[in-house]
C-alpha cells in the first residue's frame, strides 16, 4: 500500500512539477496598488507594520512589474503567474482603434488561463477577493471586484454572494449608502469582516489610495504619506482580525504591488505626429494606417495593416527625426522586445518614457508638452518602476532578502503555500525565500 501510494505521489510530481505539501493553510495577499520598495526600505515612510512584519518575516529588494506597468496587466499576473502575452490582459482598459471611449478588462473570463482562485476553488478551499482587477464572475466564495469607472451599482451587482454588498454596507460600516473604498482602511476592514466569518484559505486584497495620491502629487509629498499610513493601518487591521480568528500562525500574509512610480515632468502626444504625416486622419471612419495607444508611461504602435512594415519603418523615422531635445523623453521598446518578453503581441512596437515623461492620446496641439503629478507603465527594467514584497508566516524563511524578483513569481509561491495543483507558470520561487 506505501509502495502505490509513494508511485502515485511521483506520478502526480511528474504531472504537475511539484509535490504537493501545504506550509501554510492559508494565504492572504494584500497589494497596495502603487507599492514601492522604499515604502519599507526607508525609514521616513510610516509603515510600522510592514517593519514588525520585515523583522520576523522576508522581503525582497525590488519586485519587476509587466509592460505596462499598469495595474490590471500587473495584477493578473499575480494570480495567474504568466505574462499579459499569455493572460491576455493588455492594459486597464481596452484598446478602441475608432477612438470610442475606452472600456475596463473586468470580467474573470477576459483572463485566457486558468488563476490561483480557480485551482484554490478546485481543492475544496474558501476563496476570497476583495477589490481585485479583471474579478467579476470569477470563481471564489467572497467577491467585491474592482470594475473601474462602471459605477458602483455594477460592483455590487456582481458582488458575491448575493447581496453581500449590502450585508457588508450594514454589518461593518453601521448602514452607510456608500462605501467610501478609497480609504485603504475601509477596504481592510471588509477583509477582517470576511476573515474572522469564514477564514478563508486564500484571499487576495486590493486597496488604492496609494496611487491616486502619487497621480496627483508624484512620488513624494504628504498626500502620498498618508496614503502609505493608511495602506500601512489597513495591514494593521488584517493582521488583528487573522489573530482575532486564531489562524495568525497557519496564515501567510503577503504584502506586496502592482508598479512603483515615476514623477511626470514632459507629457509626450505622439499622435500629433501621426497625425502631421497623414497616418491618421479620421479614426471614426477608419481612416488612419498607424496609432498610439497611449498608457501612462508607454505608449504602444497600432498599425490597421498589421502586415505593413512600411508604415511601421515610416512610423520610427518620424521618431528619430526628433531633436535630441525631444528624443530624450522616449525610448523605444522593438518587437523582439515585446515578444521576448511575454508582452502585447498585437503591437508594432512601444515607447517607454525617459527622463520623467509621460504620454497622451491626443492627436491636435503640442506634441511635447509640460507635465505634472506621478505616473508609471513605463518598461520594467528600471528601479523607480519596481515594486516589493514582504511575506510572514509558516513556510516563509525569516529573515530571507531577495535582491531581485518579478511579478510572475508569485503563484508559484501561493502555489506551494497551499499546495495546489496548477499549470506550469513564467515564474519561479525565489531562491531562499521559503524552508524548503
Do not use: C
Amino acid at each position: 500500500m506505501k509502495k502505490q501510494l509513494s508511485i502515485a505521489l511521483l506520478a502526480l510530481f511528474i504531472t504537475t512539477g511539484q509535490l504537493l505539501a501545504q506550509p501554510a493553510k492559508h494565504v492572504i495577499f494584500l497589494t497596495i496598488d502603487g507599492f514601492r520598495p522604499d515604502f519599507y526600505l526607508d525609514s521616513g515612510w510610516q509603515t510600522p507594520n510592514l517593519h514588525a512584519l520585515m523583522k520576523d518575516g522576508a522581503y525582497a529588494k525590488g519586485v519587476n512589474s509587466v509592460f505596462p506597468s499598469m495595474t490590471y496587466p500587473s495584477h493578473t499576473t499575480i494570480i495567474t503567474g504568466v505574462q499579459p502575452a499569455r493572460h491576455g490582459i493588455f492594459y486597464n482598459n481596452l484598446f478602441t482603434p475608432d477612438g470610442a471611449p475606452q472600456q475596463p478588462y473586468w470580467q474573470d473570463s477576459s483572463i485566457h488561463v486558468p488563476t490561483i482562485w480557480k485551482a484554490a476553488k478546485e481543492k475544496g478551499m474558501t476563496v476570497a477577493s476583495l477589490y481585485w482587477p479583471v474579478s467579476a464572475n470569477a470563481p471564489v466564495d467572497y467577491n467585491i471586484p474592482d470594475i473601474g469607472g462602471l459605477g458602483d451599482a455594477v460592483r455590487e451587482q456582481y458582488t458575491l454572494p448575493q447581496g453581500f454588498y449590502a450585508v457588508v454596507k450594514k454589518e461593518v460600516f453601521g448602514g452607510v449608502d456608500k462605501i467610501d473604498h478609497g480609504k485603504n482602511q475601509n477596504i481592510a476592514k471588509i477583509a477582517a469582516y470576511v476573515i474572522k466569518k469564514s477564514k478563508p484559505e486564500l484571499m487576495t486584497i486590493h486597496v488604492f489610495s496609494v496611487d491616486g495620491a502619487a497621480h496627483a502629487v508624484g512620488r513624494y509629498g504628504a498626500r502620498v504619506q498618508e496614503a502609505v499610513a493608511d495602506a500601512d493601518a489597513a495591514a494593521g487591521i488584517i493582521m488583528d482580525a487573522l489573530k482575532e480568528a486564531g489562524i495568525w500562525e497557519s496564515t501567510v500574509l503577503l504584502i506586496g504591488g502592482d508598479h512603483g512610480f515615476y514623477d511626470v515632468k514632459k507629457t509626450i502626444s505622439p499622435n500629433v505626429w501621426l497625425k502631421e504625416a497623414g497616418l491618421i486622419n479620421d479614426l471614426k471612419t477608419g481612416d488612419w494606417k498607424a496609432q498610439f495607444n497611449s498608457v501612462g508611461g508607454s505608449a504602444y504602435l497600432y498599425l490597421k495593416d498589421p502586415s505593413d512594415k512600411t508604415t511601421a519603418n515610416k512610423v520610427k523615422a518620424l521618431l528619430e527625426a526628433q531633436p535630441d531635445s525631444v528624443k530624450q523623453y522616449y525610448r523605444i521598446i522593438s518587437k523582439e522586445q515585446l515578444d521576448k518578453g511575454g508582452y502585447n503581441p498585437n503591437v508594432a512596437f512601444a515607447l517607454t518614457g525617459e527622463h520623467d515623461a509621460s504620454f497622451s492620446a491626443a492627436g491636435t496641439g503640442d506634441a511635447v508638452k509640460p507635465g505634472k503629478g506621478g505616473t508609471h507603465g513605463h518598461f520594467p527594467d528600471t528601479r523607480n518602476i519596481r515594486t516589493g514584497l514582504v511575506a510572514h508566516g509558516p513556510g516563509i524563511r525569516k529573515g530571507a532578502v531577495i535582491e531581485e524578483m518579478n511579478l510572475r513569481d508569485m503563484t508559484p509561491i501561493m502555489v506551494k503555500l497551499l499546495g495546489i495543483a496548477f499549470p506550469k507558470t513564467d515564474g519561479k520561487i525565489p531562491a531562499g525565500l521559503m524552508d524548503n
